[in-house]
């Protein structure tokens, strides 16, 4: 299949992301086709009208998708009790899968997906873009070249807006549709850039969750959970919907996150509200000994509308590097897995007050 004939397709068009994931197929030069999939007709009807540009069918279900059209990938972006089946369908139809995180509700979801697409020598990808972020593959090279010695710890920090800000989706904060909270919607970004950066696995989970906010939620809506990884290095999240102050809907809230790691010969520091984009780099190494301290900035153009700008489409074209046989996803379900797995057991480890051993 040539680039100039890539058909892509997005299965469900409600999900707080799915205009995101199709303005970066639509910006993107490789996609020439696309196909929408959604149960609401409702909902089609609109997406055609708004985002007609590359739009050229529409299906109310996968079964119709993968009659009407030879797809090469097709983004997965149901909410998370619907995306494992979606996904498992696509699957079965022969189609390589970009699936939103976190794949499904539980760890036997996600690998039940995963196991799945290596058996049919299909690619699974996971929409965990921010290891495209041009700081983060500093971060991971500045880490294996030994800048900053061997991790000794790994600090995170995701907290957001308050539940009552987000009710344009109910459903993240419904445990029986969500499979989990905070740490299972936005905390496993940073349990992942924490794998992808360290280049480590956790092997130990403590942690605290609980549900806090005024607003009735069944997910945890706070949580602080600390990791032992593989080589030593001692971990620790915390995150919640907790901001007071924000602007209203999925897309306008606040933020305040962090990510940090330290060794034995310095530390490498995100700030993410700081702009443009930033890594503070400390080294007592002999070759940063002229200047042991540097920030690194990174100007990132703002008119690349796709989801997260100019790197979420570099991460997607990626996937379709991948598709075509060229190399392997960015991230992929083995690495959705893991995080699923390390938040499965944060929760396990809440409710019996005991570490839990991965």
């Given at each position: 299949m040539s680039e100039e004939q890539i058909?892509?397709?997005?299965?469900?068009?409600?999900?707080?992301?799915?205009?995101?994931?199709?303005?970066?197929?639509?910006?993107?030069?490789?996609?020439?086709?696309?196909?929408?999939?959604?149960?609401?007709?409702?909902?089609?009807?609109?997406?055609?009208?708004?985002?007609?540009?590359?739009?050229?069918?529409?299906?109310?279900?996968?079964?119709?998708?993968?009659?009407?059209?030879?797809?090469?990938?097709?983004?997965?972006?149901?909410?998370?009790?619907?995306?494992?089946?979606?996904?498992?369908?696509?699957?079965?139809?022969?189609?390589?899968?970009?699936?939103?995180?976190?794949?499904?509700?539980?760890?036997?979801?996600?690998?039940?997906?995963?196991?799945?697409?290596?058996?049919?020598?299909?690619?699974?990808?996971?929409?965990y873009c921010n290891r495209a972020l041009p700081n983060m593959e500093l971060a991971r090279q500045l880490v294996a070249d030994g800048v900053i010695g061997r991790i000794t710890s790994i600090e995170g920090r995701m907290v957001t807006s308050q539940p009552r800000f987000r009710q344009s989706a109910p459903w993240l904060f419904d445990v029986e549709r969500a499979g989990g909270g905070i740490l299972s919607w936005l905390g496993c970004h940073y349990f992942d850039?924490?794998?992808?950066?360290?280049?480590?696995?956790?092997?130990?989970?403590?942690?605290?969750?609980?549900?806090?906010?005024?607003?009735?939620?069944?997910?945890?809506?706070?949580?602080?959970?600390?990791?032992?990884?593989?080589?030593?290095?001692?971990?620790?999240?915390?995150?919640?919907?907790?901001?007071?102050?924000?602007?209203?809907?999925?897309?306008?809230?606040?933020?305040?996150?962090?990510?940090?790691?330290?060794?034995?010969?310095?530390?490498?520091?995100?700030?993410?509200?700081?702009?443009?984009l930033n890594l503070h780099v400390e080294s007592s190494t002999e070759a940063w000994k002229t200047a042991p301290r540097r920030t690194f900035t990174f100007e990132q153009p703002d008119d690349v509308p796709a989801y997260g700008g100019q790197h979420g489409l570099d991460f997607v074209h990626a996937f379709v590097d991948a598709a075509l046989g060229r190399g392997e996803p960015t991230a992929n379900g083995r690495d959705a897995l893991a995080v699923t797995r390390i938040i499965e057991a944060a929760y396990a480890s809440s409710a019996s007050g005991r570490q839990v051993e991965l």
């Open positions: 058909t892509a397709a997005v299965v469900g068009m409600s999900q707080p992301h799915a205009s995101a994931h199709l303005c970066t197929l639509q910006t993107s030069d490789r996609i020439g086709r696309i196909a929408i999939c959604d149960a609401d007709q409702g909902v089609l009807d609109r997406v055609r009208a708004e985002q007609g540009d590359k739009v050229q069918a529409a299906y109310t279900d996968i079964a119709g998708l993968l009659q009407g059209e030879s797809l090469l990938f097709s983004v997965c972006n149901l909410e998370n009790d619907l995306n494992a089946a979606a996904c498992q369908s696509l699957i079965e139809g022969g189609v390589h899968v970009f699936s939103e995180k976190p794949i499904g509700r539980t760890a036997a979801e996600v690998e039940s997906v995963t196991l799945a697409a290596e058996a049919a020598g299909l690619k699974l990808g996971v929409a850039l924490m794998r992808f950066v360290s280049g480590d696995e956790v092997t130990a989970v403590s942690g605290m969750v609980d549900s806090l906010s005024e607003t009735k939620v069944t997910v945890e809506d706070v949580a602080a959970v600390n990791l032992r990884f593989g080589d030593g290095a001692i971990g620790s999240l915390r995150a919640g919907y907790e901001l007071a102050l924000s602007g209203s809907g999925y897309a306008g809230g606040a933020y305040d996150s962090y990510l940090g790691f330290r060794g034995t010969a310095g530390r490498i520091v995100w700030r993410y509200d700081e702009a443009p």
